[in-house]
Structure formats: structure tokens, C-alpha cells
């Protein structure tokens, strides 16, 4: 007689640049570390997501790309990209949306529900008197208005575009005309379009000695031009990826998923998020789990019915009936009652500063990386664990959960 597999009570959420690779080179603790996640038939013992602040690919591409680095079998619905959580926000499913960034961004648009999508390449195109700052890009004749361009209604930003001068003057341009670019900049407008935007990293983790610019650093450039030109602060809809607490919601709900899948009755309260930057995958788990102890103290889904408004999900029926309907989506109450965090040193922590001893060494009074819209608090910053690398954080968790797969 067979004994019973152990049931997990615990999920992973794994970051994958600085963590599990390195640009294109995987990382050699990562393959040592799932050799452990996995059983004799390839399938995962415990619950695992993979969180990305990248959005320049299909979350298929990205599963594909993880199973052959790895060597275990990875599938989309375990990976979250950056701008996973759109498909949350059907309000704008319908609307007319100008994307940005690098990649299948039209592709990746229409696949998270988006029927009407227009490319900053497909602005350029139609408006070419727009884009002037690369003389040897400037039109050799007079364009004619163009009259059957749709009007935009929103903006959404995936990534790093490769243009930054293009992106950054047609979306600005966009902002200031209310969609209409036949028309001229209305600078004194006290509202603007709504702008989602994605990936909030101001640097990321690739081959180089030293960390890279990321769209957070995009980010940072749109938002003092547009106040430069209009004394007033850029306004986002909705911010995404780590470590906005959409991001580590929607991760939860897939591990929860997977645990339905499986058949594991016990739930799923703790989340563990391995991470090498302090400024977004730190800080968005301790966001996170703060989020989850206010939830429990307080025993009202408020943050839910304010999150399904906020996205739209609403349709015809009141919050309470549609987070009651909900209690198996994306959107319901998670069954996690808490979500920690590991630092790992293969990344851009370990080339900010190397490795601390413990969580109570790390810097407290630092320069501040993470998006504008987000407080400092020195606490968000500090992990509950810093180990050396990937399989050293496994090894950790599974003593912490006291967890011997079979």
C-alpha cells in the first residue's frame, strides 16, 4: 500500500530575471532547485507561479522558454507577465487603445481581450509630421491630416519601447489632444486619456556587471515631460507588475487554480516570493502580505469590491452578488493568509551591495528605485529571508513549511 503524497500549504512565486537567469544564461542553481519542485512524473509538488515584470512576449512564449532552461514542464497558466492583469480590466476591452512597447504588442493586446488596437508604428505611419526628432526619420514632403485614423480612448504601456524619442513624443502627443491627433495640444486640460501602464522596474538584472535601464526608467521620462509641459503630474489608471498588489493577487488566484487542479483539499495560506530586487519583488510581497493581514483583521472584502469596480467586472449586477459569483475567479478573497519574502544575491541586489547576514542588515535609508506612485517605507524593503541563491531559497521554504516531498 502506497503512502499519500503530502498536500502542500504553501505556494511559490518565483521573480525569473536575477533569479533564475541572466539575460539568456540561466542561473546553475535554478535547474538544481526544480530538480526538487518536481516528482518522477514531471509534475510540480507544490503550487508554482512564475511573476514577471517582462511584457514583450506571449505568456506561452515565456512557458516555453522556461520548460526547455529549466528542464520541467512549464505551462502558460503558470506564468504572469507584467501585463497579465489587463485581462481583469474589461471596461477597456472595447475601447479604441494605443500600446506601446517592444514584441507581438498588438498579438498580446488582443490575446488579454482588447478588440480595437492601435501600435505606435501604425501612429507614425498615418501621422508621420509627428515624429521629427531623428532628422534622418523626417518625412521629404508635406503629409496630408488624416481623417480615418480612430480616435484613441486609452493608452497602455506593455514595455520599453526600442524608439524612446518616438514613443514618448506620439503618446505625449495622444495625451494632449484627447485621442485626436488632427487637432492641436490642449495643455491646460485638467484630465487626460486613462493611461495603464505595465512594469514598473526602474532597472532589471541581464549579462552586464551592472543592472540595465527598465520601463520604470521610461516611466520616469514620460512623467516629467508631460508635467514639464503641463505643470501637471501624469495620472495613472491602473499600475501593473511588481509590486502592485493586482500582480500578486492574480498570482495567488493561479496557485490557488493549480491546487483545484490537483485535487489538494488542504488550502493554500502561505505564499513565498523569491526575488532579487528589493524595490519591486520585496517590496511587493511585504505590500502583499500586508495587504492579506489588513484582510483578515478587518474580515470584509472591501479591497475585492473596490478592485472589481475598478476594472470593470461589474457588468449588470450588484459588487456583492458579483464577488459571490466570483469566489473562484481572479477576482475572489484569496485562501492566502500570508506572503513572505526571499532575497536571493544572483541579481541586482547582489550587484548593489552583496550579501547581508539577515534580513535586519539590510540598507534601511536608500535611494528610492520604486515608481513615483509608490511610498518609501524602509519596512517594504526589508526581506524576512536573504539566502545565496534559487535552490538555497527552496531548501529554506521547505524546512520553514517543514515539507519533505515523497
Known sequence: MSLALPQPRFGLLFDIDGVLV??????????????????????????????????????????????????????????????????????????????????????????????????IDMLRESFPLLDMVDHNRRPKLPSNPVVSFPKVEAVILFGEPIRWETNLQLIIDVLLTNGNLNSVHKTQTMTHLPLLACNMDLMWMAEAQSPRFGHGTFLVCLENIYKKITGKDLKYEALMGKPSELTYHFAEYLIRSQAVQRK?????TSLYAIGDNLMTDIYGANLYNRHLEEQISSKNPKAIAKMVAATGSTATVSQEEEIDSLRE???????????????????????????????????KETVFHGHRDFRFEPALVEPDHIVQDVDEAVDLIFKQEKFVPQ
Not at 520541467?72 to 497579465?84: K, L, R, T, Y
Request: aromatic letters at 6%; hydrophobic letters at 40%.
Open 22 to 119: 541572466r539575460g539568456r544564461m540561466p542561473i546553475p542553481a535554478a535547474k538544481k532547485a526544480f530538480e526538487k519542485l518536481v516528482d518522477s512524473q514531471g509534475q510540480f509538488v507544490v503550487p508554482v507561479v512564475f511573476v514577471t515584470n517582462a511584457g514583450n512576449c506571449l505568456r506561452q512564449t515565456k512557458a516555453d522558454q522556461l520548460s526547455h532552461i529549466l528542464g520541467v514542464p512549464v505551462s502558460q497558466d503558470q506564468v504572469i507577465m507584467s501585463h497579465s492583469p489587463l485581462r481583469m480590466f474589461k471596461k477597456f476591452h472595447d475601447k479604441c487603445v494605443l500600446v506601446s512597447g517592444q514584441g507581438p504588442v498588438l498579438e498580446i493586446a488582443k490575446n488579454l481581450g482588447f478588440k480595437n488596437v492601435v501600435s
Open 264 to 268: 489538494w483539499k488542504i488550502p493554500i
Open 329 to 363: 475567479s481572479e477576482l475572489a478573497l484569496p485562501s492566502a493568509t500570508s506572503c513572505k519574502s526571499v532575497l536571493v544575491c544572483t541579481g541586482v541586489y547582489n550587484a548593489e551591495g552583496g550579501v547581508a547576514p539577515d534580513a535586519s542588515h539590510c540598507i
